[in-house]
T-cell receptor
Framework: NAGVTQTPKFQVLKTGQSMTLQCAQD?????MYWYRQDPGMGLRLIYY???????DKGEVPNGYNVSRLNKREFSLRLESAAPSQTSVYFC?????????FGQGTRLTVV | RKEVEQDPGPFNVPEGATVAFNCTYS??????FFWYRQDCRKEPKLLMS???SGNEDGRFTAQLNRASQYISLLIRDSKLSDSATYLC?????????FGAGTTVTVRA
């Protein structure tokens, strides 16, 4: 049982490059989330999707876009990466109470 | 104002000690509350849900005070393995918001 799978695990981008972080869950959960975590800041919500076909902005959406491709998959896109987007990114899915997280993507923008 | 605020600590306690810390939340309409644990920047994992009447899970006790909008976590008889960052989490509609975390270090 894979749970929540994020790819890639590590990525280095040059400023201005674009990339998509992939997230897939196999638990048939309705809600999915993208967070970023920076030292001393905790997890900050970028975007979330309450159910297939819906997405909403979180606390720090600027510079990001998301796609809820289907119930399983929720991707996060950086159109033009900036050094301020260097962070650890976590995807999560939730049904009812407990949220399950992927192992994170460590992104460095140089 | 941040939706969820926590005392960052760190709390540095000896084995066997009791440690307690709080978090506050800003949205009085929030429906559900949780404590998550995170080790060394790994993914967070659910420690326990927090119920209005308070609840225990082994050495861990969680309390919710809706009137004052705060949640607490108490750890009794601390173990070395309890060293971690504890994240306060609030659910409002479908939005799941995290506090910045409270770091606990248990020393031998």
């Amino acid at each position: 049982n894979a749970g929540v799978t994020q790819t890639p695990k590590f990525q280095v981008l040059k400023t201005g490059q674009s990339m998509t972080l992939q997230c897939a869950q196999d638990m048939n959960h309705n809600s999915m989330y993208w967070y970023r975590q920076d030292p001393g800041m905790g997890l900050r919500l970028i975007y979330y999707s309450a159910s297939e076909g819906t997405t909403d902005k979180g606390e720090v959406p600027n510079g990001y876009n998301v796609s809820r491709l289907n119930k399983r998959e929720f991707s996060l896109r950086l159109e033009s990466a900036a050094p301020s987007q260097t962070s650890v990114y976590f995807c999560a899915s939730r049904q009812n109470t407990e949220a399950f997280f992927g192992q994170g993507t460590r992104l460095t923008v140089v | 104002r941040k939706e969820v605020e926590q005392d960052p600590g760190p709390f540095n306690v000896p084995e066997g000690a009791t440690v307690a810390f709080n978090c506050t939340y800003s949205n009085s309409a929030s429906q559900s509350f949780f404590w998550y644990r995170q080790d060394c920047r790994k993914e967070p994992k659910l420690l326990m849900s927090v119920y209005s009447s308070g609840n225990e899970d082994g050495r861990f006790t969680a309390q919710l005070n809706r009137a004052s909008q705060y949640i607490s976590l108490l750890i009794r008889d601390s173990k070395l393995s309890d060293s971690a960052t504890y994240l306060c989490v609030v659910l409002n509609d479908y939005k799941l918001s995290f506090g910045a975390g409270t770091t606990v270090t248990v020393r031998a």
